[in-house]
């Protein structure tokens, strides 16, 4: 686990439709999605909407956030993120039990909302 979250990350990924994560919160870190190809729908707090391919998101730490693919077509995004939200994510697709998803959210300064 990073000990700070003050570092930043680069991230490029790619995705078919559906997916995303859980609802959830950073209590301290911030992440910014810069879209590439096809559309990302977010949910900040009570907000929907979608960001096509030009668009950017910026979410503050402390803002209950997730995302996802609405399709039809793959989306290529960019994701700027600290460290230890990167580290959260290599975490999460480890091996573990559904029972340790809020624990190892938890273990990272977030938290699992849904």
């Known amino acids: 686990?990073?000990?700070?979250?003050?570092?930043?990350?680069?991230?490029?990924?790619t995705g078919g439709p559906g997916g995303g994560p859980p609802l959830h919160v950073h209590h301290h870190d911030t992440e910014a999605w810069y879209?590439?190809?096809?559309?990302?729908?977010?949910?900040?707090?009570?907000?929907?909407?979608d960001v096509a391919a030009?668009?950017?998101?910026?979410?503050?730490?402390?803002v209950a956030h997730t995302f996802n693919n609405p399709g039809p077509g793959d989306v290529r995004y960019l994701i700027v993120l600290t460290r230890r939200i990167l580290d959260l994510i290599g975490a999460l697709h480890e091996d573990i039990t559904p029972d340790r998803v809020a624990a190892v959210y938890r273990d990272y300064d977030?938290?699992?909302l849904e």
């Open 1 to 13: 686990m990073s000990a700070t979250g003050a570092a930043f990350a680069l991230r490029e990924w």
């Open 35 to 49: 879209v590439l190809e096809g559309t990302l729908r977010f949910r900040l707090a009570d907000r929907t909407f």
């Open 54 to 62: 030009g668009g950017c998101v910026f979410v503050p730490g402390g």
């Open 110 to 112: 977030s938290e699992l």
